[in-house]
Structure formats: C-alpha cells, structure tokens
C-alpha cells in the first residue's frame, strides 16, 4: 500500500473535478442541452465527438496507478503521461461504490442524489438498505432516488445509451434507481465488456456508452491492493481496455475512470467483540470506513462518548450536521438525504476500518482492502480520455 502521503486527509472537489461533474461533461461533449457545464472539458479537446464510451473500472484509484502499471504496458502508458490525457479528479463521499456509480450516473453529488452510504437507515421504517442488493424490504428506487439520470437527459436528446455490465444487475433496485434511461448490453468478461462497448458505440449517430468492470475491486477486497492477484486482476480488466482501444470509432472518444480507490487495513475495532459500545445505538450502516450510527433518542451523548473514547485518534468522530457543514456530502444537501446520514458519522482514518457489524456477513471483517473513507488513497480516482483519431 502506498504509504503515508496518500494517507493524508482529503476531500471531495465537487464542482470541479469528482465523479458527479464526468456524465455532465460527457453530455456537453455530445450537444446535450443543460448538461451542465462540461468542467472537465479542456477547450476543443472533444470537438466533434458524437460517440463517448465511460469505462469505470471498480477500485483503480489515481494513486494505485503506479502499482498497476507493472501489470499492463497501456496502463504504464497512461501513468507516463504517453498516451491520452491523465487528470486526477475524486469520488465522492462516503467513497464506496453505490454512492459513486449514483454520483456518476446521475451527474449529482451525494446530498442531491440521496444514496448517500453502502447501507443507511431508511427514516420511515427503521430498517436497513443496503444499496447494491436493495431487497424487497428496501424502500422504492424511483422514489428513493427521483432526479432524472444522465441517460435520461441524454436519450431525451437523441442520444442512444447503453450500459454494458453484468446481466445479472439488470433488474435489480439500483438499476432502477441510477440506470434508468438507458438499454442493457450484459457483459461479464474484460473481452466481453470491451466487444459490447464497440457494438454499443455504433448504435445511433449519438451514443453514450457505460461500461463495469469490478475485478481490480474484488481482487483488492480479498487479497490486497498490490497482491499478485492485484496484479493479475489488473492485467486483465486491462485487456477490455486495449480492445476499446483497438476498435475506437474515429468520431468516439473514450473516459476511463473509478469508483474510489482502497487502502490494505491492518488496523479492526469489532463491534461484535465490544458490546459497551452497543447501548443507546439504535442502528450501524455505512461500510468499515465510514460508518454511521443512528442514536435512540437521549442517548446521543452517551453514544458519542463511548465511541469516541473506543476509536481515539483513529477515526474522525462528528455530528451529522458538522459533517454536511464541511461539504462531505456536496454544496446541497436535501432534506430527504441529510435524514439518511446517521446521527454521528466515524470517518476513519490511516488504515483502520471498523467491521463485525450485525447483519454484514462474516467474510466483510476479514476483508484486506477496503474503502468508504476521506484519505487521498480512497477519494483521488482518474480520469483518463483518449480521442480516436
């Protein structure tokens, strides 16, 4: 793991380079009205683009780059500043993948968007979401989530939109909830990805093309970020980027980008192993860097006490209301979001996660790479276009 620099605190640069401002430069490039400001556009770096395809590959954060590159020239490449245009931009917070791929497809940062954690407590019931799997206790996802996405918008205009992922989360809530307005190409394999993203691209004289590709995030998960695994992992989503490459349409250009990046954790508070820290709680969500506790009513200082007193200087410990005051979450916060934030928000820090959180399964504590944090290993992520041509 890269060591203490991209440790450092960091924060999301909403309005001038994180995730949610991608899709909104991607549908200025394309002609589409009020597709915001295009604030990643370099002046005429797109001119003449009809086709965009957005590759996000789970996990590759910017500062990872360096270690990826011993497993595939292209990516060696791009480090090096030889091929294409390299920026560095960040996720959003918390950076874990549902609140990223929503800021990505919805163009919006957390607070506009309101999927604002990998787990939060829904207000009206009390239960938990858990966004990837949203099942059928979880709240409607047109409603929980009603901004119109960048497909939307995009179609709207005559663009054709096409996902290209596994088929397997076609039909599922957060689908519905962030992909809406676009067709499903189902794609598993790096060859596969790469194959669909070609065929999609040449589907209308406008095309918008999104891609997945989750390896480098499941590699990291289990066997750490700069495992062999890693590597492997690495070289291989990178085969999906050179066959986008290979077959680029001349009038295409293609944005390759990530959801966060991780960090190697060494350090666990187990909740399961610390039932001090348990009264007063109602709830825990969020994911094991960043967690969110949801106090029962009279209690919340006596939660803060415990938990601060458990985490020390391992964490940030801070009210909801701090939290949406410094911008974590984006310049607006709407009403609906802010009451999904948990009443005291645990952001940690170095390489410490906090796990063994009831109803997370078991093999989530044991994870080596993890995410959901403010440090620049977890929020710095790329973006990387190349114009064909």
Not at 82 to 96: K, M, R
Not at 322 to 337: I, L, M, Q, Y
Not at 360 to 382: D, K, M, S
Request: hydrophobic content about 45%; overall charge negative.
């Amino acid at each position: 793991m890269p060591s203490s620099p991209y440790l450092a605190d960091a924060r999301p640069a909403y309005g001038t380079g994180t995730l949610a401002d991608v899709m909104p430069t991607a549908l200025a490039a394309l002609g589409v009205p009020q597709g915001a400001d295009g604030v990643l556009l370099r002046q005429g770096e797109l001119d003449g683009v009809r086709r965009i395809a957005v590759l996000l590959l789970d996990g590759f954060g910017y500062h990872l780059l360096g270690q990826a590159a011993q497993a595939s020239a292209t990516v060696g490449a791009v480090h090096h500043g030889e091929l294409g245009t390299l920026t560095p931009i960040t996720a959003t917070v918390p950076s874990s993948t549902p609140i990223s791929l929503a800021s990505l497809a919805c163009g919006l940062p957390p607070g506009r968007h309101g999927i604002i954690g990998f787990t939060v407590r829904v207000p009206d019931t009390g239960g938990l979401v858990t966004h990837i799997r949203w099942d059928g206790s979880s709240p409607d996802p047109e409603t929980w989530q009603p901004e119109p996405t960048a497909f939307e918008r995009a179609s709207a205009d005559g663009v054709a939109c096409t996902i290209v992922s596994n088929g397997a989360f076609r039909d599922t809530g957060l689908t519905r909830a962030i992909y809406r307005g676009a067709d499903w190409l189902p794609a598993v394999s790096p060859r596969e990805v790469a194959d669909g993203t070609l065929a999609a691209l040449a589907r209308a004289d406008r095309s918008l093309v999104y891609a997945y590709l989750p390896d480098v995030d499941t590699a990291g998960h289990f066997h750490g970020v700069g495992s062999p695994d890693w590597l492997e992992a690495v070289a291989e989503v990178s085969e999906a980027l050179d066959g986008i490459l290979g077959g680029l349409p001349r009038d295409a250009a293609l944005f390759v980008t990530a959801d966060h990046g991780m960090v190697n954790v060494t350090d666990r508070l187990h909740v399961d192993q610390r039932p001090d820290l348990l009264p007063g709680v109602e709830a825990i969500a969020g994911d094991g860097r960043m967690r969110y506790l949801y106090a029962a009513p009279g209690a919340l200082d006596d939660v803060r006490a415990a938990w601060a007193a458990a985490v020390g200087d391992r964490a940030e410990l801070i009210d909801r209301d701090e939290a949406v005051d410094r911008g974590w979450f984006g310049p607006k916060v709407t009403d609906a979001a802010r009451e999904r934030i948990g009443d005291l928000v645990v952001a940690c820090k170095g390489t410490f996660a906090i796990v063994g959180v009831e109803g997370e399964p078991p093999h989530v504590a044991r994870l080596i790479g993890q995410h959901g944090g403010l440090t620049a290993a977890e929020l710095a992520v790329p973006l990387w276009t190349y114009r064909a041509g």
